[in-house]
């Protein structure tokens, strides 16, 4: 008689470890069924959009690429380091367009740039750099689609220092970089934020860093892509700027150092291939264009 009860209790034991066993999984699974529900109309929105805004940019670059087209000879075997040079005339309107944004007080234009900013991620973009008496204005031109997309205006009494010298790394760092690089400030005593520092997006840094355009190398771009003749009128200019607007506390003018401008990128991955496909350029890519 104890050896049944023993087994009949064992038997029920184990019957109701399989039911609640059985009840978890049921639950479990329903559970999940009602998540993947719930999150199934999201998902197939988010597609939706995507594969929307994917169509809308393919077919929008493809007439911006009807429009205007650009072809560069280069040997075979040959890695072009250039986006390509600008269309004939694109450049000039580029600079005519901007030119409209000056007023009477800043002057005329006195030298025009096309060069290379690096920003403080170590990405590449391609500025149209225009120079008056009074101001320095930097503008992000799309050659493509013949628009521009950022215009910086930089009043030359307000620049404090011009740094000239090759660039400098960290041990770690991918995406380093040959050749110099100018740094132009224009707030000393104010230091970038952390917040400014991380964000790759960040416009309110009180520093701009160009360098020589890519097209140099080609022949493209000789005497417009380069630091030379733009670091000798900036300077001048920003003297001139100091003698005729004095601001308080830079009595003495700008302050003009010939050191190696630090980056702080300490591995640079997105950097590294940002570059490499060459995405602060506009130009026509196979089927694409921007």
Same mark, same amino acid.
């Given at each position: 008689?104890? @050896? *049944?009860?023993? /087994? =009949?209790? &064992?038997?029920?034991?184990? #019957? $109701? +470890?399989?039911?609640? %066993? !059985?009840?978890? @999984? *049921?639950?479990? /699974? =329903?559970? &999940?069924?009602?998540?993947? #529900? $719930? +999150?199934?109309?999201? %998902? !197939?929105?988010? @597609?939706?959009?995507?594969?929307?805004? &994917?169509?809308?940019?393919?077919?929008?670059?493809?007439?911006?690429?009807?429009?205007?087209?650009?072809?560069?000879?280069?040997?075979?075997?040959?890695?072009?380091?250039?986006?390509?040079?600008?269309?004939?005339?694109?450049?000039?309107?580029?600079?005519?367009?901007?030119?409209?944004?000056?007023?009477?007080?800043?002057?005329?234009?006195?030298?025009?740039?096309?060069?290379?900013?690096?920003?403080?991620?170590?990405?590449?973009?391609?500025?149209?750099?225009?120079?008056?008496?009074?101001?320095?204005?930097?503008?992000?031109?799309?050659?493509?689609?013949?628009?521009?997309?950022?215009?910086?205006?930089?009043?030359?009494?307000?620049?404090?220092?011009?740094?000239?010298?090759?660039?400098?790394?960290?041990?770690?760092?991918?995406?380093?970089?040959?050749?110099?690089?100018?740094?132009?400030?224009?707030?000393?005593?104010?230091?970038?934020?952390?917040?400014?520092?991380?964000?790759?997006?960040?416009?309110?840094?009180?520093?701009?860093?160009?360098?020589?355009?890519?097209?140099?190398?080609?022949?493209?771009?000789?005497?417009?892509?380069?630091?030379?003749?733009?670091?000798?009128?900036?300077?001048?200019?920003?003297?001139?700027?100091?003698?005729?607007?004095?601001?308080?506390?830079?009595?003495?003018?700008?302050?003009?150092?010939?050191?190696?401008?630090?980056?702080?990128?300490?591995?640079?991955?997105?950097?590294?291939?940002?570059?490499?496909?060459?995405?602060?350029?506009?130009?026509?890519?196979?089927?694409?264009?921007?």
């Amino acid at each position: 008689v104890s @050896l *049944s009860m023993c /087994v =009949c209790v &064992s038997l029920s034991l184990s #019957l $109701s +470890l399989s039911l609640s %066993l !059985c009840f978890s @999984l *049921s639950v479990c /699974v =329903c559970l &999940s069924f009602s998540v993947f #529900l $719930s +999150l199934c109309p999201c %998902l !197939c929105v988010c @597609l939706c959009l995507g594969l929307a805004v &994917s169509v809308s940019h393919i077919c929008f670059s493809l007439s911006l690429q009807r429009r205007v087209t650009v072809s560069v000879s280069l040997p075979i075997g040959h890695k072009p380091s250039l986006p390509v040079s600008p269309q004939p005339g694109a450049l000039q309107a580029a600079i005519s367009e901007t030119e409209r944004t000056l007023g009477e007080e800043d002057g005329k234009v006195q030298g025009a740039w096309l060069l290379t900013e690096v920003d403080h991620w170590n990405r590449e973009s391609e500025r149209l750099v225009l120079l008056t008496p009074r101001v320095l204005l930097v503008s992000h031109y799309d050659f493509v689609g013949l628009s521009c997309h950022l215009l910086v205006r930089i009043p030359l009494h307000y620049i404090d220092s011009i740094t000239v010298g090759p660039f400098h790394f960290p041990t770690t760092s991918l995406g380093r970089r040959c050749g110099l690089g100018l740094r132009l400030g224009w707030d000393k005593l104010r230091e970038s934020s952390f917040r400014s520092r991380w964000n790759p997006w960040a416009r309110d840094l009180p520093s701009i860093i160009l360098t020589d355009h890519p097209g140099v190398e080609s022949g493209h771009l000789s005497p417009l892509g380069t630091l030379g003749t733009f670091r000798t009128e900036l300077t001048q200019g920003v003297r001139m700027a100091h003698q005729e607007q004095p601001l308080a506390g830079r009595a003495n003018g700008p302050l003009i150092l010939e050191k190696p401008i630090q980056m702080e990128t300490v591995l640079g991955l997105v950097s590294a291939l940002s570059n490499w496909a060459q995405l602060g350029y506009a130009k026509p890519r196979r089927l694409l264009a921007f």
